[in-house]
């Protein structure tokens, strides 16, 4: 083999703009293009700026893992986030970010998460109860209150569901990040009605927050509990931690901690919907668990719900693309990149790939079972390496924890398109609601 580099191939689009348009059309299409026109590390290019898709697993791995250390976020990303986020976790880098993660960390510990079942059942038994045999649910929406209010009580200890400035905020924030404007490499100072409604929200949001804390510290610090909140404002008082890191970090996690779970699970129960021969192999697994109310202990027990996760994060995964930056010239798989070029990894086109999924269109929960002989990195719906989402492990509990409670009360059929429309939106979003129609379940004992 040569050892000669050279330069990711791709095409180059229309003059100006770049590939842009193709990518604002349908950026899905776009990367399984590259992938296929280019191979499996190929560049474009967005408003004249180069750009270079990584869709070789074991690229992926270099990136987040092994060459993690030539890499950053990148300058889009900081920029876009600079406001809302930019002194927090997501966002930050070098030893601000690994103090932050030290900090942080233990609010994530398996058995500190083990004590957040509860109020996941909670909630989830609470949207439950709402429901009734033969209604028809939009499945996003309900899921999005859900996992909101599970992320105030447990993270924050606060009712979100009685102060609307949360859900308001995180409506702005999102539309402001909206498509094309998160990786357009437009400039965002324009005053628009999105721009100034996100200005007004995230100004209301910032004070919210700061209540929060106040509220807290005027606990003693016996009576604070350690939830995330009570951990966050130690490390202030300690001057571990500046005001200004404490509150993008309360955004930081009530942006990326609900959204992208409620996605996850409105996309398992789109696949399951479509699927009643794997609704049923789920019902006997849950069926297994007592009276129907999981607790921390039941859960590693539902493996099949955890392959049938794993499936719909595949075929749907919420976070379908992000970026990184090089920050010296390395070389992928025998390509040059130089520092200073953008990266984009496509979870999207990675994880539909032919050459690492058999049939890959098809929603076939047993092949995680297997150990297939695929490259790891074949599938990334958390990232990887040392940033790879913290909150993992929580979205996981909260998934089967939801959708034990749905399941141990309700079948149901897909009452909506059976193709819906996704919308590369801040994440993976439906287009078209995504609806089911219940029928309760006839269990022993209800
Ligand atoms: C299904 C649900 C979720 C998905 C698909 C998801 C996906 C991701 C991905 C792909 C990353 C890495 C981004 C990158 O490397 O640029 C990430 C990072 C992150 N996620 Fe998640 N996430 C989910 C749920 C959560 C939850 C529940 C929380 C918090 C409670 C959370 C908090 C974070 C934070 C703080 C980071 C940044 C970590 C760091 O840079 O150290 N996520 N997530």
């Not at 990136?63 to 030539?70: M, S």
């Not at 998460?113 to 439950?128: I, K």
């Amino acid at each position: 083999m040569s050892t000669e580099t050279r330069y990711p191939p791709g095409p180059r689009g229309l003059p100006v703009v770049g590939n842009t348009v193709d990518l604002s059309r349908d950026i899905f299409a776009f990367f399984e293009e590259l992938r296929d026109d280019y191979g499996h590390i190929a560049s474009y290019e967005v408003f004249g700026t180069d750009a270079c898709m990584v869709a070789h697993p074991d690229a992926i791995q270099q990136v987040l893992l092994d060459k993690h250390e030539a890499f950053e976020k990148g300058e889009v990303l900081t920029r876009n986030l600079a406001d809302t986020m930019g002194e927090g976790l997501f966002v930050t880098g070098g030893e601000q970010w690994q103090n932050q993660r030290t900090q942080v960390q233990p609010a994530f510990y398996r058995d500190r998460l083990n004590t957040y079942v509860p109020e996941m059942r909670a909630t989830a038994e609470e949207t439950v109860e709402q429901w009734r045999d033969g209604m028809v649910v939009d499945v996003n929406d309900r899921m999005t209150e859900a996992t909101m209010d599970v992320l105030g009580r447990t993270l924050f200890g606060v009712d979100v569901t009685e102060n609307p400035i949360v859900s308001e905020a995180s409506d702005a924030i999102l539309a402001r990040f909206d498509t094309s404007r998160f990786w357009s490499f437009l400039p965002d100072q324009i005053p628009t009605p999105t721009n100034r409604r996100y200005r007004q929200k995230l100004d209301q949001l910032n004070a919210f927050v700061d209540d929060l804390a106040d509220q807290r510290r005027a606990q003693s610090p016996a009576d604070r509990g350690d939830d995330l909140l009570s951990i966050l404002v130690s490390f202030v008082e300690a001057s571990d931690l500046t005001q200004e890191e404490f509150r993008d970090n309360m955004i930081t996690f009530l942006f990326a901690g609900h959204e992208t779970t409620a996605l996850g699970l409105t996309y398992t129960l789109l696949c399951l919907a479509q699927h009643p021969e794997e609704q049923e192999k789920l019902y006997t697994e849950i069926d297994t668990v007592g009276d129907g109310r999981v607790t921390a202990e039941d859960l590693p027990g539902l493996e099949y719900m955890e392959r049938v996760i794993d499936e719909a994060l595949r075929l749907y995964p919420p976070v379908y693309m992000f970026f990184r930056e090089a920050t010296q010239d390395v070389v992928l798989q025998g390509y040059d990149i130089p520092a200073g070029t953008t990266l984009v990894l496509p979870q999207w086109a990675v994880h539909r790939d032919p050459e690492w999924w058999d049939d890959p269109e098809a929603f076939r929960p047993e092949r995680f079972a297997d150990d297939a002989d695929r490259p790891e990195y074949a599938y990334f719906p958390f990232g990887g390496g040392p940033r790879h989402c913290i909150g993992m492990r929580f979205a996981r509990m909260e998934m089967k924890t939801v959708l034990a409670t749905i399941l141990s009360e309700y079948t149901f059929e897909l009452a909506s398109e059976p193709n819906p429309e996704l919308v590369a939106s801040t994440n993976l979003k439906p287009g078209d609601p995504i609806e089911i129609s219940l029928s309760q379940r006839e269990r022993a004992g209800h």
